[in-house]
T-cell receptor, first 111, second 112 residues
Framework: KAGVTQTPRYLIKTRGQQVTLSCSPI?????VSWYQQTPGQGLQFLFE???????NKGNFPGRFSGRQFSNSRSEMNVSTLELGDSALYLC??????????FGPGTRLTVL | AQSVTQPDIHITVSEGASLELRCNYS??????LFWYVQSPGQGLQLLLK??????LVQGIKGFEAEFKRSQSSFNLRKPSVHWSDAAEYFC??????????FGTGTRLKVLA
């Protein structure tokens, strides 16, 4: 069974631009969560989607948004990028609300 | 408030030595507990998990962890560390359905 995939793996953007990241969960997993990882803040929870509905949300500004499609694939969008948005963005999928399985991440660099 | 504490930011051990990484949590109910490992620039890989039952759980790569309810701890151990174990280790708590809280991580360095 294929693992969680994330595209693209690397992105370079400039301040003020917007970006969309994609995540495909493990087949059959309906829950997808997103995390931001930075050296200073560690792993911070962004949001979680289940069956196309956002069920949990972390403490991030409205510039960070997401959605989930009927096939459970998820996207997250960051608008009006800031330098501080440079991070590794991790996606994780879960089958029954127990363990999460993580993708390799998307490294976003904002210049 | 729910939280996970990994008190050691960095740990250095010699290859072949034993290892213990500490994790303490704060959670009202019996939590789901996890240890993940992350190599540089990669995602997190699940090492082991505790849901219920036997408090000593075995994981991959020769790791084990023990759940101690009285101490609110879930320490990770390995009897003999290999150079390939150098990575960052994260403890996490499942704080309700589909909600997870991660510790800040412990970076392990292994000396040859």
């Amino acid at each position: 069974k294929a693992g969680v995939t994330q595209t693209p793996r690397y992105l370079i953007k400039t301040r003020g631009q917007q970006v969309t990241l994609s995540c495909s969960p493990i087949s059959g997993h309906r829950s997808v969560s997103w995390y931001q990882q930075t050296p200073g803040q560690g792993l911070q929870f962004l949001f979680e989607y289940f069956s196309e509905t956002q069920r949990n949300k972390g403490n991030f500004p409205g510039r960070f948004s997401g959605r989930q499609f009927s096939n459970s694939r998820s996207e997250m969008n960051v608008s009006t990028l800031e330098l501080g948005d440079s991070a590794l963005y991790l996606c994780a999928s879960s089958l029954e609300g127990r363990e999460q399985f993580f993708g390799p991440g998307t490294r976003l660099t904002v210049l | 408030a729910q939280s996970v504490t990994q008190p050691d930011i960095h740990i250095t051990v010699s290859e072949g030595a034993s290892l213990e990484l500490r994790c303490n949590y704060s959670y009202g109910a019996t939590p789901y507990l996890f240890w993940y490992v992350q190599s540089p620039g990669q995602g997190l890989q699940l090492l082991l998990k505790y849901f219920s039952g036997d408090t000593l759980v075995q994981g991959i790569k020769g790791f084990e962890a023990e759940f101690k309810r009285s101490q609110s701890s879930f320490n990770l151990r390995k009897p003999s560390v290999h150079w390939s174990d150098a990575a960052e280790y994260f403890c996490a708590v499942g704080a309700g359905t589909y909600k997870y809280i991660f510790g800040t991580g412990t970076r392990l360095k292994v000396l040859a």
